[in-house]
């Protein structure tokens, strides 16, 4: 206790010293704690908007997963009403799902008649109402509302939506009044080919190029959507388009369409009985993940069903890119902080050893051992470090409730619209703030090791000599 007293008041013996390394360790804490606190925010809400498109787990025939995206027709679960009555009903998996509802994968070519224009798409059949429940999950309540309800009825098979892209593409921006679409215009015509096409006997090229004025009025637009069916015949339905949203990403902004899941088994399937490319599976809790998949694999073995099940990080490759990126940048900047805090208190403490060489020998000759000075001088390298740290986590906390009630708002990875920024620094967060805490108090001891073994190695004579 004697030495934690002495060690206590040596702190304030050069307060000014003292009083800059505690801030430049306090800072270095609060700057890890806020970074790492927009990192977890980050991660949240990435993870909300990717569960509320995709779920958290997917039921797929077994191989799809590797094998069926080039035909996800032929991979389809034909029994997928059995699929969801076996997860619906059973006893440990019901009180954990929040929503279970099938998909349909689709794929072909979307062209408007009235324009004369087309493009390829990839889109995916769901229900309405289901779909639209699962944009409500915000576990984390990152602020975020869910993406915008998508309009369609279970019972409306005809009316779909279409990515931003896909409809500039299409020449749709007028007649689905979208501000923020430039109109239609006419493709580039190479006048050497123009004028060989013009000598080919009863064809009329004089119009090639010119897209022809869509029809007016307030109806909504209608595109059809021509694909192949599970027998590779060709198929045919039409799509009106009664909303528009922005993707995020331009490669899917300008290739998808979402449906209802009867229009897309009609194009897919035909006459043929319909089946699902998928189950999906939203949970009330991500916590619950591996419990919900483990039970999943025994009732399918249980059942012999050949199907397998991937979760949301496998779905979306770009949400474990994205959290490892953050990750890392976290543990670089808080490797550099650490590096920094390593160094200031080895000056400090070695400027306290210079300054107190005669003080060192006074007390070697009164009779304190070697490690006893070395203990005294790893003591207040550490005090330094926990006040610097307590006050660092302090003031990380003040940052933060100042940005959490300040109103800023940001757009965060795969979301298409901002949202509340928030820093976490309270709830699941208090076990990081924790560890950042430790690891610098922890540094700042360490730090203090070099100084202090050379003040415990001096000789009394030459240090009681010291001017």
């Known amino acids: 206790m004697m030495m934690l007293k002495i060690a206590f008041r040596n702190i304030f013996r050069n307060t000014r010293r003292s009083l800059t390394t505690t801030m430049t360790i306090a800072i270095g804490t609060a700057a890890a704690l806020l970074f790492g606190a927009f990192t977890l925010f980050t991660t949240y809400g990435l993870q909300t908007s990717t569960v509320q498109r995709t779920g958290h787990l997917a039921i797929y025939r077994d191989g799809f997963f590797n094998y069926g995206a080039g035909n996800p027709a032929a991979w389809g679960i034909t029994d997928y009403k059995g699929v969801l009555d076996l997860?619906?009903?059973?006893?440990?998996?019901?009180?954990?799902?929040?929503?279970a509802t099938p998909t349909q994968s689709v794929g072909g070519i979307a062209g408007n008649p009235d324009s004369g224009t087309s493009k390829t798409f990839f889109g995916v059949g769901f229900v309405p109402s289901d779909r639209d429940a699962m944009k409500h999950w915000n576990e984390y309540g990152v602020g975020s509302t869910g993406l915008k309800r998508s309009g369609l009825s279970d019972d409306d098979t005809s009316k779909g939506l279409l990515g931003?892209?896909?409809?500039?593409?299409?020449?749709?921006?007028?007649?689905?009044?979208?501000a923020d679409c430039p109109p239609a215009r006419a493709a580039p015509v190479d006048p050497i080919k123009a004028a060989e096409l013009s000598k080919i006997p009863g064809q009329d090229f004089s119009g090639l190029g010119e897209a022809s004025a869509a029809a007016g009025g307030d109806e909504e637009p209608r595109i059809d959507l021509l694909g192949a069916t599970v027998n590779g015949a060709p198929n045919v339905v039409g799509l009106v388009v009664h909303r528009v949203e922005y993707q995020g990403v331009k490669e899917l902004d300008e290739n998808y369409v979402g449906m209802n899941i009867g229009l897309a088994q009609q194009l897919v399937y035909g006459r043929a009985p319909p089946a699902a490319t998928a189950v999906v599976l939203q949970l009330n809790r991500t916590e619950d993940l591996d419990r919900v998949r483990d039970r999943l694999r025994s009732l399918f073995k249980a059942h012999r069903l050949d199907l397998e099940v991937r979760d949301f990080t496998?779905?979306?490759s770009f949400y474990p890119q994205a959290v490892g990126m953050f990750r890392s940048i976290f543990f670089f900047i808080s490797a550099i902080i650490g590096v920094v805090v390593l160094f200031t208190i080895a000056n400090a403490m070695s400027m306290s050893v210079i300054e107190r060489t005669d003080e060192i020998g006074t007390t070697r000759a009164m009779g304190v051992r070697r490690a006893g000075v070395r203990r005294l001088f790893l003591l207040e390298g550490g005090m330094i470090g926990i006040l610097g740290?307590?006050?660092?986590?302090?003031?990380?906390?003040?940052?933060?409730m100042v940005v959490n009630s300040a109103g800023l708002t940001w757009t965060p990875p795969s979301s298409v619209q901002p949202v509340p920024l928030?820093?976490?620094?309270?709830?699941?967060?208090?076990?990081?703030?924790?560890?950042?805490?430790?690891?610098?108090?922890?540094?700042?001891?360490?730090a203090s090791w070099a100084p202090a073994g050379r003040a415990a190695r001096l000789s009394v004579v030459d240090a009681l000599r010291h001017v």
């Open 87 to 99: 997860v619906e009903t059973d006893p440990l998996l019901k009180p954990l799902i929040a929503v």
């Open 164 to 178: 931003m892209g896909l409809v500039r593409i299409l020449g749709l921006c007028e007649r689905t009044h979208q």
């Open 314 to 316: 496998e779905l979306n």
């Open 389 to 400: 740290a307590t006050v660092g986590v302090g003031l990380a906390y003040a940052i933060g």
């Open 422 to 446: 928030k820093l976490y620094l309270f709830g699941g967060a208090l076990y990081d703030v924790a560890i950042v805490w430790a690891l610098l108090a922890g540094v700042a001891t360490l």
